[in-house]
T-cell receptor
Framework: NAGVTQTPKFQVLKTGQSMTLQCAQD?????MSWYRQDPGMGLRLIHY???????DQGEVPNGYNVSRSTTEDFPLRLLSAAPSQTSVYFC????????????FGSGTRLTVV | GNSVTQMEGPVTLSEEAFLTINCTYT??????LFWYVQYPGEGLQLLLK?????DKGSNKGFEATYRKETTSFHLEKGSVQVSDSAVYFC??????????????FGKGITLSVRP
């Protein structure tokens, strides 16, 4: 059981570069989310999706894009990386209602220099 | 909107001490409540959950009771171990699914247990 798989685990970008953080789940979960974790800030929601073809913004969406073309995949795109986007990024997925909790990936540690 | 407030940290305890980590929430309706744990260098793991008022979630010796009258979900453990050293997050998922189902987290608290 793979659960939620995030790639890459580590990444260093230069300011202005773009990249895509990958997230895939094999549990047929409808709901998927992206969070960033920063010291003293807890986890903040970037974007989320309640099903294929449906996405919406979370608390801190600026500078990020998402799409959900399949149930399994939910990539996060950084359009033009900035040092303020240095963070640890987590992808999570859940059954439709979220009542029973989300399963998290192991995270991507991103540094923008 | 929904929000979760956790007590300030960090917390340092001796092995076998009693642990309480306070968590209160603001939400409409009847949210589901969760405690997640993050061990050093790892992702978040669901520790326990409660989906309705007066439910008690429990796992690995940890317990928390969903108290709607005080909007609280405090985490307790009777005897902590060094292996419990981690960051603990309280979270809620809103009522009735849809966009309200996204998780809202507290800021987390770091627990260190000394031998």
């Amino acid at each position: 059981n793979a659960g939620v798989t995030q790639t890459p685990k580590f990444q260093v970008l230069k300011t202005g570069q773009s990249m895509t953080l990958q997230c895939a789940q094999d549990m047929n979960h409808e709901y998927m989310s992206w969070y960033r974790q920063d010291p003293g800030m807890g986890l903040r929601l970037i974007h989320y999706s309640v099903g294929a073809g449906i996405t919406d913004q979370g608390e801190v969406p600026n500078g990020y894009n998402v799409s959900r073309s399949t149930t399994e995949d939910f990539p996060l795109r950084l359009l033009s990386a900035a040092p303020s986007q240095t963070s640890v990024y987590f992808c999570a997925s859940s059954y439709s209602s979220g009542v029973y909790g989300y399963t998290f990936g192991s995270g991507t540690r991103l540094t923008v220099v | 909107g929904n929000s979760v407030t956790q007590m300030e940290g960090p917390v340092t305890l001796s092995e076998e001490a009693f642990l309480t980590i306070n968590c209160t929430y603001t939400a409409t309706g009847y949210p589901s409540l969760f405690w997640y744990v993050q061990y050093p260098g790892e992702g978040l793991q669901l520790l326990l959950k409660a989906t309705k008022a007066d439910d008690k979630g429990s796992n690995k010796g940890f317990e928390a009771t969903y108290r709607k009258e005080t909007t609280s979900f405090h985490l307790e453990k009777g005897s902590v171990q060094v292996s419990d050293s981690a960051v603990y997050f309280c979270a809620l998922s809103g009522f009735r699914g849809g966009a309200n189902s996204k998780l809202t987290f507290g800021k987390g608290i770091t627990l260190s247990v000394r031998p």
